[in-house]
């Protein structure tokens, strides 16, 4: 029985699910990432004026005043995800949740068509979500992502075992998932240049030449399947968030209010997953691209940002070096759990009203986006970004918010 795996890629996942929520803005060039400063997803209509991943918010808003900028609501996002992974567990239960917008699912030993399972598929989660997806149909997980970039937006490939070499013939090698820039460029130095080509070479040739992963991707694309689809849902093993400042700074008031929407956001993607750090790890990167980092090691799991900012602040000071000029920072959520640890001196409960509050704001914020409310610690960073919220509220055991 050949193996047959599918892979699902959303479409400008982030802005078609902006685009989903309100109907007003279908048609309209659309760019998440408000809050960061930089795009993180466009619309095709975006897409096609220039706009491309990681441009300066104020430069799309300059040169192309048309677009509509939005910040990004994750929630949203996880939700729109979660609904993609059942709606693809319709067709089978093997099904491997990759990422927020993609996934693998094992096809191996079904009857019906397999073309006509992505075309049935593609129209459930064309209607149901209100956005296109790309599905690509292979023998191997490697082909099968491969096969669903081919033909973005709303496409469907199948790669049949005998048309393997026809497929790759023209496929550039730094195309290949798993094949990064670096490696790509050594094998183009070595004459590769194309998936082809690569997959022609001899495998003690690969082995000499190329670290053991490359020979499991070398099988994959001949057809022959190495990873399995795997619908264990692996824990998540951390949760980073990370920007640069936009212009070089020693200001050390910016610099944490940088860090504290660094917190926020990365804590309510954690809230989101259920999850809670018990390790907290954070950077300053210097104009010279040298890295200063701070680790702290919280005396309990918690996704509460003002917790965690507390703590930042205690061990800032020495990290941060006032003579020195800052280009970016940025805050990584480490050793997720779920839940919380009870102790012996009522923090927990404490925390856990705080919790509540957290609740409605993740509440608020999945309704009008990320950042509606915030930290007063984090007010600084977002008035730079342009995104400030107009109340200030007090909050019992969270001081002010915003």
Sequence with gaps: MRKTILHVDGDSFFASCEVSL?????????????????????SKEA????????????????DFPQVVVVNSNYFAYGLFAERMYNIVRRYTDRVEEYSIDECFADLTGLKEPFWAIGEALKADLNAELGMTFSIGIAPSKVLAKVASKTRKPDGLTVIEPNEVENFLKDLPINKVWGIGPQTSLKLQNLGIKTALEFINKPKDWIETNLARPYVDTWNELRGLSVHDVNT?????????????????TNNKEIILSELSMHVECACARARMMKLAPKRIYYFLKTAEFRYHRGEINLDRPSNNPSEIMKAIEVSFKEVFRPNIQYRSSGVTLAGLASGTQNDLFGEVVKSE????VFKVVDKIDKRFGTGTIMLGSSLNANKRRGNTPSRHFKILYMGEVV
Excluded: C, N, W, Y
Excluded at 22 to 41: F, M, Y
């Design 353 to 356: 009203k705080s919790q509540k």
């Design 22 to 42: 309100d109907v007003s803005l279908r048609g309209k060039p659309v760019v998440t990432g408000h809050e960061r400063g930089i795009a993180t997803a466009m």
């Design 232 to 248: 264990e849902s692996d824990d998540q093993k951390s949760i980073q968030h990370t920007r640069m400042f936009g212009m070089k």
């Design 47 to 62: 897409k096609t004026l220039g706009v491309v991943r990681g441009m300066p918010i104020f430069k799309i808003k300059k």
